[in-house]
């Protein structure tokens, strides 16, 4: 059955030529896009639906989320916000939490979330584990992440666990951990920063999930200026992730490499710092790409248009590269070409706005512009 979505406002693409569509149409098929132009040359459909000058976004992808743990970090929060300064340290008590639930209060917890994440027009997310910590908690984690989503991330590299050695714990992670998780996960992840895996760790723990057939992404340069960026770029990462403190050297090998820099800045929101420069990482050349970071400890935010408010007023982007880049960036930050774009053959995830366009979800920030959600072809929102 074909669906005509007629009299859009403005219809943002996601495509590099016509990138966006002024009285736009869209034609549904089934699961995929059939048809995208002006109102006035689309085709006829089995149904019509008005969408009655509002905007038409494809729907986000949310590409760097935390969503298997229990608990929840409140208090750390609040030391926070009078004056305690964030460290990687309190991913441990995330970790004590998580390992004492149940495999349905995780995929509870998990549900709840992405049902949030949905409301606010999120169509694609990926998942970590990495509140486990041991062979048969990261094994779970990414059983049940496998569940919501394909884009399943091991990340037993997220910190080394109370009760063990850094050496003894990379041993782990490369040998019984990973042979229990790479079933469940498509992408190999670690936290490459101080307090948790230095840069010899994190490539030897990269190099291992790539032999075992993951592909690479990596948290880097998030608190400090390390290895991180450079290390994704040499083993040919899908992205680098915060990317906040970059050198030169840092910003023209992501240019080079095209390793995607994904932006977080709900954890510089969270963590009360400063921001990363969007706009250095634009102008060099690199592909960008935005994610909410959803964790219980830096980044408590589902919310992809919050993102893009942050990234308008606080990171140097224009609106149009914020809906680009927490689209069609996330999805080459997935590697994947069907979603985050509305084009023919794309699967028909779509958000209707009760705004005439994706400028608003900046110019009206913190305001629930999203209205309907439709993802391959069905409504869920
Ligand atoms: O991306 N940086 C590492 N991991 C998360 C934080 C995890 C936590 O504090 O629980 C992040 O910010
Ligand atoms: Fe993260």
Sequence with gaps: MSVLFDRIGVLYTGEREREEIADAALVVDGETVAWVGRSADAPAADQRFDVDGRGVIPGFVDSHAHLMFAGDRTAEFAARMSGQVYSAGGIKTTVAATRQATDPALAANAAVLLAEMAAQGTTTV????????????????????????????????????????SDDYVRLVTGPMLTACAPHARWVDVFCERGAFDGDQSREILTAGIKAGLTARIHANQLTEGPGVRIACELGAASADHCTHLSDRDVSMLADSGVVATLLPGAEFSTRSPYPDARRLIDAGVSVALATDCNPGSSFTSSMPFCV?????????????????????GARALRRSDVGVLKEGARADLVILNAPSYVHLAYRPGVPLVTQVWRAGRRIV
């Design 126 to 165: 990926e998942i970590k584990s990495g509140y486990g910590l041991t062979v048969e908690d990261e094994r779970r984690a990414l059983e049940i992440a496998g569940r919501f989503t394909t884009e399943t991330t091991f990340l037993g590299a997220h910190v080394v666990p109370p009760g063990i050695g």
């Design 309 to 329: 408010a942050l990234a308008v007023r606080e990171m140097g982007m224009t609106p149009i590269e914020a809906i680009r880049a927490a689209t069609a960036g």
